[in-house]
Nanobody, 126 residues
């Protein structure tokens, strides 16, 4: 059974930083491309960032480009999202997701992803 477990969320002031982690089990982690999505209250879930199985290819939503960094450690079966210069608009539940790899192509559409975590809350507020 596949499990994706996010951690690292919390409350942070504007301009602060957080590092989210997503630990995967029950799947061959290096065979999967990984993504982060988020859902703010009253809004649709949206793509944040994605990384290919090897870590060589990454892609970001325009709203987070230059502030967020996605990375992965295949030895630890974990994907990370480093979030800097956080803004109140980044407040959301953040989800990680996995999809069997298709080369180094990374997907931005949530419909492509097979497995999902339960999410971790990030609140940016002064």
């Amino acid at each position: 059974q596949v499990h994706l477990v996010e951690s690292g969320g919390g409350v942070v002031q504007p301009e602060g930083s957080l590092r989210l982690s997503c630990a995967a089990s029950g799947l061959t982690f290096s065979w999967h491309n990984m993504g982060w999505f988020r859902q703010a209250p009253g809004k649709e879930r949206e793509f944040v960032a994605a990384v290919s199985w090897s870590g060589s290819n990454t892609y970001y939503a325009d709203s987070v480009k230059g502030r967020f960094t996605i990375s992965r450690d295949n030895a630890k079966n974990t994907v990370y999202l480093q979030m800097n210069s956080l803004e109140p608009e980044d407040t959301a539940v953040y989800y990680c997701a996995a999809v069997p790899r298709s080369g180094s192509y990374v997907y931005t559409s949530e419909e492509k992803y097979t497995y999902w975590g339960q999410g971790t809350q990030v609140t940016v507020s002064s």
